[in-house]
């Protein structure tokens, strides 16, 4: 066990677990959106389906999962105590999940109530939520890049939010703001600067520590998140009118950026002293295989004009990013957090030569495998889709039923928590 967990400033299990069992069904809704609009729901990026997707999986799937999390990983592996965990949680949770709903039907109705909704509730739930986090992770007196990474994508977040609050208020009272521009600096802070630097912090301390890796090389892992915000701080000229190649090359940056991530931990991965791979591993895996297709995608089009033109090139990057990476990391990371958790929460209650289960009976390793081929294959389906429409709608069938199978999986977990702490319990108190 890593030597520097803080197991005392643990919050109760319900914290995280609110968060976690709600993500996948946002997963489920977002692929029966894709079956309902099936040839046509893809055919652009700005087609109202493919935004009401898009949103369902970042600020629905991804943030009720990410902030979830955080709200664990925080006190636990960063020292930083998070001020009334159980009622920022109560708070937070029900607006998130409430404003991902509300932007999700505003694309699709074009309702400008929706909109306003939609960036009220964001904006009440991730001020106090980015301001309690922030305040945590400024107070702890730890160091290192998890934790440099972690304040970086709270910060993310917290741009992130911001700049979707001005476009949901400015789409929904017709102000004439550069929407076109703001929305590509919304979307690199989302995805790069809150996304991918939270995947980065995360990493640096749970695959060493899960995958029995070797660590991070420090210097590298110290750069890598400070070079990927200068990138987006160079993107984010665009709003001052930059011209399309500076656009162009700071692109190619922070892609090249994510690159060098994705290598780097599929080596580490190579180099684990057990051998023996689990669905987790799997999991993450291909996420950073299907990250390294993401730089590569990336740089294809960069060089060859006409395909980067393509309308079809934009789906092709966010159904390998959305989907391929961030949705298959998550579930990975998940399938780790939850049996831990149980573990945790469990060996607390037990007495004299009570020992808490082993955290593999927490979550049948079956279960998770079924579920992880199905949710590749969905994946797969839906980047085929892209050069053969008629694909769509069993590609976003697969990937809600995959969603939900993640669900399901996650709230056997729960139950098997609640079974062995009632067993313990009991067996404790005779």
């Given at each position: 066990?890593?030597?520097?967990?803080?197991?005392?400033q643990?919050?109760p299990i319900?914290?995280?677990?609110?968060?976690?069992?709600?993500?996948p069904w946002?997963?489920?809704?977002?692929?029966?959106?894709?079956?309902?609009g099936?040839?046509?729901a893809?055919?652009?990026r700005?087609?109202?389906?493919?935004?009401?997707?898009?949103?369902?999986?970042?600020?629905?799937?991804?943030?009720q999962?990410?902030?979830?999390?955080?709200?664990?990983f925080?006190?636990?592996?960063?020292?930083?105590?998070?001020?009334?965990?159980?009622?920022?949680?109560?708070?937070?949770?029900?607006?998130l999940?409430?404003?991902?709903?509300?932007?999700?039907?505003?694309f699709l109705t074009?309702?400008?109530?929706?909109?306003?909704?939609?960036?009220?509730?964001?904006?009440?739930?991730?001020t106090g939520?980015?301001?309690?986090?922030?305040?945590?992770?400024q107070?702890?007196?730890g160091k290192?890049?998890?934790?440099m990474?972690?304040r970086?994508?709270v910060?993310?977040?917290?741009?992130?939010?911001?700049?979707?609050?001005?476009?949901?208020?400015?789409?929904?009272?017709?102000?004439g703001?550069?929407?076109?521009e703001?929305?590509?600096?919304?979307a690199?802070?989302?995805?790069?600067g809150?996304?991918?630097v939270?995947?980065?912090?995360?990493?640096?301390y749970?695959?060493?520590?899960?995958?029995?890796t070797?660590?991070?090389p420090?210097?590298?892992?110290r750069?890598?998140?400070?070079?990927?915000?200068?990138?987006?701080v160079?993107?984010?000229?665009?709003?001052?009118g930059?011209?399309?190649?500076?656009?162009?090359?700071v692109?190619?940056?922070?892609v090249a950026?994510?690159?060098?991530?994705a290598?780097?931990?599929?080596?580490?991965?190579?180099r684990?002293?057990r051998?023996?791979?689990?669905?987790?591993?799997?999991?993450?895996?291909?996420?950073?295989?299907?990250l390294?297709?993401?730089?590569?995608?990336?740089?294809w089009?960069?060089?060859?004009?006409?395909?980067?033109g393509?309308?079809r090139?934009a789906?092709w990057?966010?159904?390998?990013?959305?989907?391929?990476?961030?949705?298959?990391?998550?579930s990975g990371?998940?399938?780790k957090i939850?049996p831990?958790?149980?573990?945790?929460?469990?060996?607390?209650?037990?007495?004299p030569?009570?020992?808490?289960?082993n955290?593999r009976?927490?979550?049948?390793?079956?279960?998770?495998?079924?579920?992880?081929?199905?949710?590749?294959?969905?994946?797969?389906t839906?980047l085929?889709?892209?050069?053969?429409?008629v694909l769509?709608?069993?590609?976003?069938?697969?990937?809600a039923?995959?969603c939900?199978?993640l669900?399901?999986?996650?709230?056997?977990g729960?139950?098997?928590?609640?079974?062995?702490?009632?067993r313990?319990?009991?067996?404790a108190?005779?």
């Amino acid at each position: 066990m890593h030597p520097n967990l803080s197991f005392e400033q643990a919050p109760p299990i319900s914290v995280p677990y609110r968060f976690f069992v709600t993500a996948p069904w946002f997963g489920v809704a977002a692929g029966l959106l894709l079956a309902w609009g099936g040839e046509n729901a893809l055919i652009s990026r700005w087609a109202p389906s493919a935004l009401a997707a898009t949103h369902l999986l970042v600020a629905g799937f991804m943030l009720q999962a990410m902030c979830g999390a955080l709200l664990q990983f925080v006190p636990v592996a960063a020292g930083g105590n998070v001020w009334r965990a159980r009622q920022v949680a109560l708070f937070v949770h029900p607006l998130l999940a409430a404003g991902a709903a509300c932007l999700a039907t505003a694309f699709l109705t074009a309702k400008s109530g929706f909109f306003i909704a939609a960036a009220a509730t964001f904006a009440t739930a991730i001020t106090g939520y980015a301001g309690i986090v922030g305040l945590a992770l400024q107070r702890t007196p730890g160091k290192g890049p998890t934790l440099m990474a972690l304040r970086i994508a709270v910060t993310g977040l917290a741009i992130t939010v911001g700049l979707g609050v001005t476009l949901a208020t400015s789409l929904g009272t017709g102000a004439g703001l550069p929407v076109l521009e703001i929305t590509q600096v919304h979307a690199a802070w989302g995805l790069g600067g809150w996304a991918l630097v939270l995947l980065m912090g995360v990493s640096y301390y749970v695959v060493p520590m899960f995958q029995l890796t070797p660590p991070y090389p420090a210097r590298l892992a110290r750069s890598l998140p400070l070079a990927l915000i200068a990138v987006l701080v160079l993107w984010s000229a665009q709003l001052g009118g930059t011209g399309a190649g500076w656009q162009q090359g700071v692109l190619l940056a922070g892609v090249a950026l994510a690159g060098v991530y994705a290598v780097t931990t599929l080596v580490l991965q190579h180099r684990r002293r057990r051998k023996v791979a689990d669905p987790t591993l799997y999991f993450f895996r291909g996420a950073m295989v299907l990250l390294v297709a993401v730089a590569v995608s990336s740089l294809w089009f960069g060089l060859d004009a006409d395909l980067g033109g393509d309308r079809r090139a934009a789906i092709w990057i966010g159904l390998l990013a959305i989907p391929g990476v961030f949705v298959s990391a998550i579930s990975g990371m998940l399938y780790k957090i939850v049996p831990f958790l149980n573990w945790l929460h469990l060996q607390s209650l037990g007495g004299p030569g009570q020992m808490p289960p082993n955290m593999r009976e927490m979550i049948s390793e079956r279960a998770m495998m079924g579920h992880m081929w199905l949710h590749f294959s969905a994946v797969a389906t839906l980047l085929a889709s892209v050069i053969f429409p008629v694909l769509t709608r069993p590609g976003g069938l697969l990937f809600a039923a995959a969603c939900a199978w993640l669900g399901v999986n996650l709230a056997g977990g729960v139950r098997a928590y609640l079974r062995f702490r009632k067993r313990m319990t009991a067996a404790a108190t005779a």
